[in-house]
């Protein structure tokens, strides 16, 4: 059966090699296509392969007509029509945190119904959207105001969670702990709020303060299981002990909480980077700055599945050639292998000296 690559999914499997201009096969006949399978064939612009006409799962395909869209309509359209809406949902929960947070700077309780229902469509839409999460990150908005950092905290708290397997029921957990972890920074003073982490003298225990009071306003929620309501307490632990309000070591802390401390500790830095190399410096950073203070584990995972979204993007290198990411190396997500406009594969790790200076989706910018 011949099959546009658009219209494949995971779990096709391949009846034919395919072959770019290499003597050996691009991927093997008999392959069960997975999303770096797709990824690469996206990349090398293939455009449509032959696969067998049962899944690898036994279901039988049925048979689409073979589309073959032009230069112009291909990732341009899809962004249109899918990323669009989801914008619109994403600014519709940024709008409504911020009207939570003044609430609670009135002192209001948490709501949890009302915030659930204004919070859970974009927590949904964005994990299952992977296209949208990409463009999304690309664009650096989780740096534009408290509102949009707190609920990017819970996007990739829950993204991670889903690529640790965890149930449903627990992906939306602990994306509503991230989005609710600094919910307590409603009772700083107004002279702190706005401040970007220099805090002094008695500045620095009020900011510290503010992980306990998110917990207090969490702790009596019903339908907030513990975990969740541990992430909230614990996501400024460390493993190594040096982390705050309780100093807990690594054995102490929960699943939930070292994954939160991962992508706070992301998005503290996003705010600090440049343009130049995002997101790939902020990635190189925490794992060089809190190697042995977050999990190790987590945090190889955590960067090696964010920089998985970026296969299929373009890039520009400091020697100014530019590219397609093609593959993560697993060891070195921050290095990844690049096909050149040329369709030289470039290895960055095997060319250290070479950086890539920019990410950028171009069919996003048309």
Request: aromatic share 8%; proline share 4%; glycine share 6%.
């Amino acid at each position: 059966m011949q099959l546009a690559v658009q219209s494949l999914k995971p779990g096709y499997v391949l009846k034919k090699d395919v072959h770019v201009k290499a003597v050996r096969p691009l991927i093997k006949s008999g392959t069960i296509l997975n999303e770096t399978h797709l990824a690469f064939l996206k990349a090398f612009l293939i455009k449509e392969v032959e696969i067998e006409s049962v899944r690898a799962d036994g279901h039988r395909i049925k048979a689409q007509p073979s589309v073959h869209p032009d230069e112009h309509s291909d990732h341009g359209i899809r962004l249109e029509v899918e990323s669009g809406p989801v914008n619109s949902v994403y600014q519709q929960a940024v709008d409504a945190y911020k009207i939570f947070f003044e609430h609670w700077q009135s002192g209001a309780s948490l709501n949890i119904g009302e915030f659930r229902k204004e919070m859970m469509p974009i927590l949904e839409e964005s994990l299952n959207d992977p296209i949208w999460m990409t463009d999304f990150l690309l664009k650096k908005t989780m740096v534009r105001s408290r509102a949009d950092r707190n609920i990017t905290l819970g996007l990739l708290s829950g993204f991670l969670g889903k690529k640790m397997n965890f149930s449903q029921g627990d992906v939306y957990q602990i994306g509503l702990a991230g989005m609710l972890a600094d919910c307590g920074m409603a009772k700083l003073p107004p002279s702190l709020m706005n401040k970007d982490g220099n805090y002094v003298g008695s500045e620095r225990a009020l900011y510290e303060k503010h992980v306990l009071d998110s917990y207090k306003m969490v702790k009596s929620v019903p339908t907030l299981k513990e975990d969740t309501m541990l992430a909230v307490i614990q996501h400024h632990e460390r493993e190594d002990g040096s982390g705050f309000p309780l100093h807990l070591t690594g054995d102490r802390l929960s699943l939930f909480g070292k994954i939160l401390a991962i992508c706070d500790c992301f998005l503290h830095n996003a705010t600090k980077s440049s343009e130049a190399r995002w997101p790939i410096e902020v990635l190189d950073r925490i794992r060089e700055k809190y190697y042995g203070k977050l999990s190790n584990y987590l945090l190889d995972k955590f960067c090696n599945e964010l920089m998985t979204l970026f296969i299929g993007m373009d890039v520009i290198l400091s020697n100014n050639l530019t590219g397609t990411i093609v593959f993560i190396p697993e060891k070195n997500p921050t290095k990844p292998v690049i096909r050149l406009e040329n369709n030289e594969i470039f290895s960055q790790a095997s060319n250290r000296a070479i950086q890539i200076t920019r990410i950028y989706n171009r069919a996003a910018t048309k």
